[in-house]
């Protein structure tokens, strides 16, 4: 049969005939019988597997004390109350990111600002946040885009001068390294999510780790109506059934159901976070000769879990946009996707008022990048078809008379 190498949008054959997705989980039997072994139990929530959970995720960052939420936007949520963060606290974040991040900040009163981000790493830039800084200003929500740690001795120092909390939004950056420190153990509070698609998964998940006793208790109590069983043990109280709440919580709890799926899933960490650096590794190595497109790197002082391999065209280069060759790959069968709009451009946050232009390096990045597939179970057949879409549908749009491949000096 004869093979049509156009383009699969313009009728070609795609490069694969089976859709690839951006990410996805991986669980084994292990995981599964994990689940099986907590349905057979007597606890399905607020059970053992919780802590023995929270207990795996702190040894493994390096942090005294972990707070498993039943997602991470909640995890968050419970950062911005144990924070201190009240109405009308302004907290510095990165556009760049996933509107959680933010709203956060929004669920407590306070005010979201934002500082953009660097143009090559995508991280929120040190020199933004401080030029932000106002008597109102509580805290800095970094975000480890991608996986990249942010700049945290800067933002620390920074944090330090004008005695701001640090609460990291690491989503993506479960395993990632800064100056050979585990990223959960540096800040005043770090966010891990265990959604499906990141690092490990309980299905929905997230945590807060510290090494602060106090914003310890504050999580717990927040994630469970603000209700506290412990002070009236001390108190005169009434009797052994009582408990009170002390301050306006939530239902955020995690299950026992999710909490083994997690423990059984840190075992795996390390074994996915070494398939995604080999994988993106070898990303990296097949676009090297590629003058169309600026590829994600790894900075000297951080280490990457590589939640996200995000490529960013040079438009100037290609004679379509970034619309026309994200569509061209999905045609392929590659499940390319966008991260992220700029929180601040979504329909909510224009009617707060945020103006457009806002964060220039942040909306230039967004007109720019393209996520690939990456995730643990991906084939180097699977990563081949990817790199295979990518050079045929850049090709395709190469501004005639560039020259296919350029060594670089
Ligand atoms: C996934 C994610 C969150 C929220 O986590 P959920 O568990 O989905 O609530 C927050 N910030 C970033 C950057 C994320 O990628």
């Known amino acids: 049969m004869e093979t049509n190498n156009s383009l699969a949008i313009y009728g070609g054959d795609p490069v694969r005939n089976q859709y690839l997705p951006y990410g996805r989980q991986y669980l084994d039997d292990d995981d599964i019988q994990a689940v099986v072994n907590v349905l057979r139990g007597d606890y399905l929530t607020t059970g053992p597997a919780v802590e023995s959970f929270e207990k795996g995720?702190?040894?493994?960052?390096?942090?005294?004390?972990?707070?498993?939420?039943?997602?991470?936007?909640?995890?968050?949520?419970?950062?911005?109350f144990a924070g201190g963060i009240g109405q009308g606290d302004e907290v510095i974040t990165s556009p760049f990111t996933f509107a959680a991040s933010a709203n956060c900040?929004?669920?407590?009163?306070?005010?979201?600002?934002?500082?953009?981000?660097?143009?090559?790493?995508?991280n929120i830039n040190p020199y933004f946040i401080e030029e932000l800084i106002t008597e109102k200003t509580k805290a800095i929500i970094p975000v480890d885009f991608a996986g990249l740690p942010s700049d945290l001795d800067a933002i620390n120092s920074i944090a330090q001068k004008y005695n701001l909390i640090v609460i990291e939004d690491a989503a993506h950056a479960l395993g990632s390294k800064y100056k050979g420190q585990s990223v959960g153990s540096i800040s005043d509070m770090t966010m891990f999510s265990f959604h499906p698609v990141k690092l490990i998964t309980t299905g929905e998940g997230g945590v807060i780790t510290t090494n602060n006793e106090e914003y310890y208790q504050k999580l717990r109590q927040f994630r469970t109506h603000g209700i506290t069983k412990e002070l009236c043990l001390l108190n005169n109280c009434h009797g052994p059934w009582y408990y009170e709440m002390q301050s306006l919580g939530y239902n955020y709890r995690i299950t026992d159901v999710q909490a083994a799926l997690g423990s059984s899933q840190i075992k795996k960490l390390e074994?996915?976070?070494?398939?995604r650096r080999d994988l993106a590794k070898a990303y990296t190595q097949a676009f090297a000769d590629m003058n169309e497109i600026f590829y994600p790197r790894e900075w000297p002082r951080a280490f990457s879990a590589w939640h996200l391999y995000?490529?960013?065209?040079k438009l100037e280069r290609l004679a379509a946009n970034r619309k026309e060759i994200f569509?061209?790959?999905?045609?392929?069968n590659i499940g390319v996707n966008v991260h992220y709009l700029p929180v601040y451009l979504h329909p909510y946050y224009q009617q707060l008022g945020y103006p457009k232009g806002l964060c220039p390096n942040a909306e230039n990045i967004y007109e720019q990048v393209i996520t690939l597939p990456l995730f643990p179970s991906m084939l180097n057949h699977d990563l081949y078809d990817v790199v295979q879409a990518v050079r045929k549908v850049i090709a395709y749009y190469r501004k005639k008379g560039d020259k296919e491949c350029v060594t670089e000096s």
Do not use: S, W
């Open 271 to 275: 074994t996915f976070i070494q398939r």
């Open 57 to 80: 995720i702190a040894d493994y960052v390096g942090a005294k004390y972990a707070v498993a939420f039943a997602n991470g936007t909640a995890a968050l949520h419970g950062a911005c």
């Open 105 to 122: 900040v929004l669920y407590q009163g306070g005010k979201p600002v934002f500082a953009d981000v660097h143009p090559e790493t995508y």
């Open 310 to 313: 995000v490529i960013r065209l």
């Open 327 to 332: 569509l061209a790959l999905q045609k392929e």
